[in-house]
């Protein structure tokens, strides 16, 4: 089946300590994006990435790291969260040109504490 | 900056009563794209929208994109309960595939 998997859907951490959200796509698409959902805001782009060790900021990429080693994974890793990164993660992937739809991952639900 | 912005934020809508929502958006382009989300859940691409006069229709739901005026509506034919959700357009301008969304609109359908 195609689809996103992110992992894990829900976490709680507290201020500082590091932690990595896991992304990963089956459909051997070359863009992938991280975005995330905050009550009133809508989504906002954070990272994304044409391809293989290709990445870029999006609008809100402040204490945000991402990467991509290989083309089917795109973990988003924040050194030292802050309690104002407390928000719904969503990864998305899809093949690069006109008309192409993302498809989302499941969300990542994040408390820092 | 590309803005997209959709109105109303929210709609309470009766059952079997028609209703039109909006996405404007302030740059130009031929890329616009709505998705869905059921509260708790992922987003779900609906229609996909590629150049001016593009219609597309699934269902209840019909999609239209005029790039002159940069207007997406979303027409709703006789609302019923499974439409109950947050609608999300977003825009694409060319620019590395970079997707600009609204902040969504919740509807939410009444007996």
């Known amino acids: 089946e195609a689809q996103v998997t992110q992992n894990p859907r829900y976490l709680i951490t507290v201020t500082g300590k590091k932690l990595t959200v896991t992304c990963s796509q089956n459909?051997?698409?070359?863009?992938m994006s991280w975005y995330r959902q905050d009550p009133g805001l809508g989504l906002r782009q954070i990272y994304y990435?044409?391809?293989?060790?290709?990445?870029d900021k999006g609008d809100v990429p402040e204490g945000y790291k991402v990467s991509r080693k290989e083309k089917r994974n795109f973990p988003l890793i924040l050194e030292s969260p802050s309690p104002n990164q407390t928000s719904l993660y969503f990864c998305?992937?899809?093949?690069?040109?006109?008309?192409?739809?993302?498809?989302f991952g499941s969300g990542t639900q994040l408390s820092v504490l | 900056e590309l803005k997209v912005e959709q109105n109303p934020l929210f709609l309470s809508m009766q059952e079997g009563k028609n209703y039109t929502i909006y996405c404007n958006y302030s740059t130009t382009s031929d890329r616009l794209y709505w998705y869905r989300q059921d509260p708790g859940k992922s987003l779900e691409s609906l229609f996909v929208l590629l150049s001016n006069g593009a219609v597309k229709q699934e269902g209840r739901l019909m999609a239209s994109l005029d790039t002159k005026a940069r207007l997406s509506t979303l027409h709703i034919t006789a609302a019923v309960h499974d439409l109950s959700a947050t609608y999300f357009c977003a825009v694409d301008t060319g620019a590395n595939s970079k997707l600009t969304f609204g902040k969504g609109i919740t509807l939410s359908v009444r007996p």
């Open positions: 998305a992937s899809s093949r690069i040109g006109a008309g192409e739809k993302l498809f």
């Open positions: 990435s044409m391809n293989v060790e290709v990445t």
């Open positions: 459909m051997n698409h070359e863009y």
